[in-house]
């Protein structure tokens, strides 16, 4: 049975700062329908990876394929073109705006004729669409009509989320989704990233919580020093596995393991 090809792949990424290599070889890949968690201790080029694979960074060498092609200008506006979303920790939320216009931020529908070429926006049509992603994920907001900054955090969060979910084709990254949320809010993050995951959009947890990993991921890649030390099943590890992988306390077999 041919293995399925991965959404994006990333294939010996090098970045360096300066004197500081941040990336040294870094290998990756995301599957459609999956969660895989990006683990590392601090320092291990986590988020100069994701950065990367977003377009936010252009590696110094290595390769990005999407569908299994590469992508040689690869940047920020073309990853969104290409259908890759993401989610940072300060979720990029316009606050005095409410939870629609954050869904359309940038990309608001314009009524038809005369009205749509002077700029006048079809607001009926985007709080349909909205209404019908919110439904659809499980996001549940009373109102809205009310601006983000009256929210709570888990709200503010099911927001940032939808909007991503709204636009991705392909895969999300979600940088830290459920940091200083309640047990409560996090557990619903966690299940709408799993709706998410349901869709068949590929989705990347950046996350220090491990037991938020190791209940809502199907896949785990470890970053060590800038590279991919070992590819991990979560069904077949344990958390301690997991950590010493990412310390060095045990040895990895070069960016894979047997498990997946």
Do not use: C
Request: without cysteine.
């Amino acid at each position: 049975m041919q293995e399925p090809m991965p959404l994006l792949e990333a294939k010996g990424l090098v970045k360096s700062f300066g004197k500081v290599q941040a990336l040294r070889g870094a290998d990756f890949s995301v599957y459609a329908g999956e969660i895989v968690a990006l683990v590392g201790d601090n320092g291990a080029g986590k988020s100069t990876l994701v950065k990367t694979l977003s377009g936010v960074f252009a590696p110094d060498a290595g390769s990005i394929l999407v569908d299994g092609v590469e992508v040689r200008d690869f940047h920020a506006v073309s990853a969104r073109q290409l259908g890759i979303e993401t989610v940072y920790q300060d979720l990029a939320l316009a606050p005095t705006l409410d939870p629609v216009a954050n869904l359309f931020l940038g990309r608001e529908l314009l009524r038809g004729g005369i009205l749509g070429r002077f700029g006048f926006l079809d607001k009926r049509s985007m709080r349909a669409h909205a209404e019908t992603k919110f439904t659809e994920l499980g996001v549940r907001i009373q109102d809205l009509g009310s601006p983000i900054s009256t929210m709570s955090g888990g709200q503010r969060q099911g927001v940032a989320v939808s909007r991503a979910a709204a636009w991705a084709s392909k895969i999300i990254f979600l940088d830290e989704p459920t940091a200083a949320l309640g047990v409560v809010q996090t557990r619903s993050v966690l299940d709408l990233i799993r709706k998410v995951r349901d869709t068949g959009v590929g989705v990347v947890l950046i996350s220090h919580s491990m037991p938020d990993v190791m209940t809502v991921s199907d896949r785990i890649e470890v970053m060590r020093l800038g590279r991919r030390v070992a590819r991990m099943a979560t069904r077949n590890v344990k958390a301690e596995e997991v950590v010493a992988a990412m310390t060095g306390a045990t040895p990895t077999t070069g960016g894979t393991n047997d498990e997946i």
